[in-house]
């Protein structure tokens, strides 16, 4: 009597399978872990220009603080702080000064058509009935201000609050994150910032006043 001997049945297609299992690990990573990778740059890039906008807000309120308050010669200043964002990366530390110069222009021109630089204080309650008439202006004055009212001192602390529109450079994830705060955030100031593809910074600086301030640089502008 013949024995038939049971043989097993062979495996089917194991190489199809790990394909399969290949695949579907790239989708997941390409939909899943990719885009929180490109957030987290994002927001990090983000983060880092906001160090770089507060000191600029410093510096551009430190150089009204001599300069009367002048709008112009603020906004010249705050370019000038922002200019770390506009310089590319050089490998020996050294930038040449045409391209610091063209990253000045940059940033300049940014700083007139894009960013918003408003003094948040001294306010024109705050100065009513304080101004002076010197060399032709109206002016709060500064001299002897530890011997002047307390309304006067008050009126002397420059406060500026800087909006500066950062480009949002990271791919895929800087434009919907644009479209996102489109559609919740209806500030207008930001609406220009989102309507070119950046994002809002915003930072505030208080300094002491040391020359007068002229009232003309309070109107809104």
């Known amino acids: 009597m013949r024995t038939v001997k049971a043989t097993s049945r062979p495996r089917c297609c194991p190489a199809r399978g790990a394909g399969a299992t290949l695949i579907e690990f790239a989708l997941v990573l390409l939909l899943g872990v990719l885009p929180m990778v490109l957030g987290i740059l994002q927001i990090a890039a983000l983060l880092v220009a906001r160090n770089t906008v507060n000191l600029a807000t410093f510096l551009a309120a430190r ?48 700083v007139l058509l894009l960013d918003e630089l408003q003094i948040a204080a001294p306010t024109g309650a705050q100065v009513e009935g ?53 559609a919740i955030d209806g500030d207008a100031i930001d609406q ?11 930072a505030r600086a208080s300094v002491v006043m040391q020359s007068d301030l002229w009232v003309a640089s309070l109107a809104p502008r």
């Open 192 to 202: 220009r910032c989102y309507a070119r593809g950046r994002a809002p910074l915003r």
């Open 63 to 110: 150089q009204g603080a001599i300069a009367n308050a002048d709008r112009g010669a603020m906004r010249r200043e705050l370019a000038r702080g922002l200019l770390p964002l506009y310089v590319p990366a050089a490998r020996d530390g050294q930038v040449p000064a045409p391209v610091a110069l063209r990253a000045y222009a940059s940033a300049l021109e940014d």
């Open 130 to 182: 304080l101004t002076q008439v010197r060399a032709g202006r109206s002016v709060i004055p500064n001299d002897a201000l530890e011997y002047r009212d307390r309304r006067t001192q008050e009126a002397n602390v420059l406060t500026l609050v800087v909006t500066h529109c950062h480009p949002l450079v990271v791919p895929f994830v800087g434009s919907a994150l644009a479209e996102l705060l489109t």
